[in-house]
């Protein structure tokens, strides 16, 4: 009888936990297609369920980031608190806390999150600071900003995102020629993507539409997959006046992951005018 028993225990067990996996494989690859209605209530459902807080929480921190990728800010938010609440140091959860209040709700907040997860690394993790970077420049304490992107490069003297940020805030300080030689530089060691896309938008800027054009295609040749390209894309568009093709544009960089709440200035030049 105990053995038997013990048999469907483990029968029971095993089931629970193939159903399990099999939830979290739907989740996974619904996020991986951008399907984020989809992964959305997978990763609700995977949850609910687990009895797990570490892994609890990594299921809240991804429902928060797929909520915020369909435009529900305070679904979000209230997703990567519940993903805190299951696991208080999870660097990750402070990270995407940091990030949205960084772009949706307080600055203060968001600084206060972000260094919290910078005290729980042992080791240097470029992506909080290159984040505090920007909740620095937010904040209109550039000079900090500009500190924590060089602090990046003590350690990842190679990283492009801090060598990127660094010549971007030349770029909204107003010194465009500045920006684009330390653009040419980036391109010259390493043709990639984001660079081309990211001096698209200084020449934009310079208005140099033609080169802005040919950049910006180049970007999505090297990768289609780059929403970025075609958010900057989309804005050239707009400023030659070809606002439907501008509007495909940003389509495709929200079919791509770009949040399309960040995107609601420019989506208003593709409201059809009433006649």
Do not use: W
Request: net charge positive; hydrophobic share 35%.
């Amino acid at each position: 009888m105990k053995k038997h028993l013990l048999l469907f225990t483990f029968v029971t067990f095993s089931t629970v936990q193939s159903f399990h996996s099999q939830d979290k494989k739907i989740a996974e690859e619904c996020f991986s297609k951008a399907n984020y209605k989809c992964a959305e209530e997978q990763y609700l459902k995977l949850a609910e369920k687990e009895q797990i807080q570490k892994f609890q929480s990594e299921y809240y921190d991804k429902l928060g980031t797929s909520q915020r990728r369909l435009g529900k800010t305070p679904q979000a938010f209230k997703s990567y608190e519940s993903a805190l609440k299951s696991n208080p140091r999870s660097v990750s959860v402070y990270e995407n806390l940091a990030s949205l209040h960084n772009q949706k709700g307080s600055k203060t907040k968001a600084l206060e999150y972000v260094n919290t997860g910078i005290s729980l690394e042992e080791t240097d993790n470029a992506n909080l600071y290159l984040l505090r970077s920007k909740i620095y420049e937010n904040l209109g304490k550039k000079d900090l900003a500009q500190q924590d992107l060089n602090h990046v490069l003590t350690f990842a003297p190679d990283n492009i995102f801090a060598r990127t940020g660094l010549a971007n805030l030349k770029k909204r300080n107003g010194d465009l020629e500045g920006a684009l030689k330390d653009y040419n530089q980036l391109i010259s060691e390493k043709p990639e993507s984001l660079l081309y896309s990211g001096r698209g938008d200084i020449y934009l800027k310079l208005k140099k539409t033609k080169e802005a054009l040919a950049d910006v295609n180049k970007s999505i040749s090297i990768d289609p997959k780059f929403a970025q390209a075609y958010v900057t894309k989309a804005l050239i568009l707009f400023d030659t006046t070809k606002p439907k093709e501008a509007c495909t544009n940003l389509d495709k960089a929200v079919s791509l992951g770009y949040e399309k709440a960040l995107l609601t200035e420019y989506y208003t030049k593709c409201a059809i005018p009433t006649k």
